[in-house]
């Protein structure tokens, strides 16, 4: 994949972590940058489009109470994630 490159202004002692993470891993730190903006990246638009899904079905009138997803949240790592309610 062709690279470019970014300029950014970063707080001083985060770029000393930053370089301290990269000579443990022996890595360069622009790597571990480039590593942790694309995981970041990635998270977003995988929020982005479940916020895009959960506002389509429930502007079906599908959603799932708050007690299901708390019940979820706090039960067993392998709960099956609560089924949709319809609205009456």
Not at 7 to 30: F, G, P, V
Not at 54 to 64: E, F, N, T
Request: glycine residues 4%; hydrophobic residues 35%; charged residues 30%.
């Amino acid at each position: 994949m062709p690279t470019t490159s970014f300029t950014t202004r970063m707080d001083q002692n985060l770029k000393s972590e930053l370089e301290k993470i990269a000579r443990y891993e022996e890595r360069s730190a622009s790597y571990i940058a480039n590593k942790a903006i694309s995981a970041f990246v990635e998270e977003r638009k995988l929020t982005h489009e479940l916020v895009q899904t959960g506002l389509k079905l429930a502007d079906q009138g599908i959603s799932i109470s708050e007690s299901a997803v708390d019940e979820w949240m706090t039960g067993p790592d392998d709960a099956p994630f609560p089924a949709p309610e319809s609205e009456s």
